[in-house]
């Protein structure tokens, strides 16, 4: 990932979560791959993905609260009261993100139980151009 990646990268984070507060950084794990943090906090990361001659990103975060308070965590922790969790049709183990209209990615819940998810989020190659 190159530095231009990043700034982009950063930039289309920042909008789809409405928090200015976001930072991307290279992994030190993996030149292909990147950190996000909020603040001084390590919240998720980014890595490449280049299969079929198309080059996207995908943005992971793993996220350690139950299914009953998951829209109020996310909005609490981007300042953001426009997102929202919405079911997804016939799917229990699974909920998508949306930032008002705007759909954003899927949590999965990590366990039977639901205690924990992971947000996923594909980010293509065209949705950061537009930045």
Known sequence: MDKA????????LRKSFGAQALQVTPSSQSAEAADVLLGERKIGSITVDDEDGDRSFAFE????????VLQDYLRKLFENDKLTIIARHKKTDSVELNNGSEFLGVISADDPQGSSFTLQMAILDIDLDEE
């Open 61 to 68: 975060m793993k996220l350690p609260v139950g299914r009953a």
């Open 5 to 12: 990646e990043i700034v982009k990268l950063r930039e289309f």
